[in-house]
C-alpha cells in the first residue's frame, strides 16, 4: 500500500514550533543513520524519526527508547545535506515525553529530571548525589562490588559539590525567565 503525505501533520507542527527544524526538507538518505552514534540501541534510527513525525506517530514517539539513547553527538546534523538540526530535535522530542504524563519511559525520564536539576544546581552532575537521589526515587543501587570499585579508583566523586558562581546563577535564571525551564523543577 503506497502513503500519501499532504500537508504537516500536527506533530511536526508542534516539534516545528519548539524548535528551528524544517522537517519538509528532509530528502530520507539515511546519511544521520548511517553514521549515528547510538544506532545500535534504538528502535527507529533519526532518519525513521522524522519520518515518524510527518506521520504523527507521536505516542509512538515519546514512548520510544530511541530518543533517549541519542548521546547528543551532532555527528547526524553534522553529516545532513539538508542541514536539519537532528540535535536538537532529539531534545525537544525528550522534553516533550517529560512533559507528557503517558510516557512510559519513566526510569529515562526520572534520570533526565535528576540530571537537569543537578546542572542547574552544581553546574554539572554529582554522580554519588545524582546515585542517591535516584536510589531515594526507587531505583535499585548499583552493585556493592561495583560501587566500592568506583570509589577506591575515584571514578565517583565522593567530595561536596561547588556552588556554581553567581554569573552561572543568573545565566540559569535568564534561560528560565525565558521559558527554558527543563524539567528538574
Ligand atoms: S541526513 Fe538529513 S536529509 Fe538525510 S535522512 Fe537524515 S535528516 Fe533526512
Ligand atoms: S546526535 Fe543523536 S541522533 Fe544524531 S548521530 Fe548522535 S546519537 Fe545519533
Redo the contacts with the bound molecule.
Sequence with gaps: MTMVITGNSALQTEVEDICDVNIDA????????GGCSGIELMEYG??QI?QLIKLNQRKLLLNSKAIWMCVSCHI?ED????K?K?TGLMDTLREMACAEPTTKTNEQIKFHKLYVKQVKAFGRTHESILTMALTFKGTPLPPLKLMKDLITRMRVDMKPPHRPDKSYRLSIRRVEKKGGKGHGN
Design positions: 528532509c530528502i530520507q538518505c539515511g546519511t544521520c543513520t533519526p532518519r522524522i547526524c553529516r545532513c545535506p539538508a536539519i537532528i
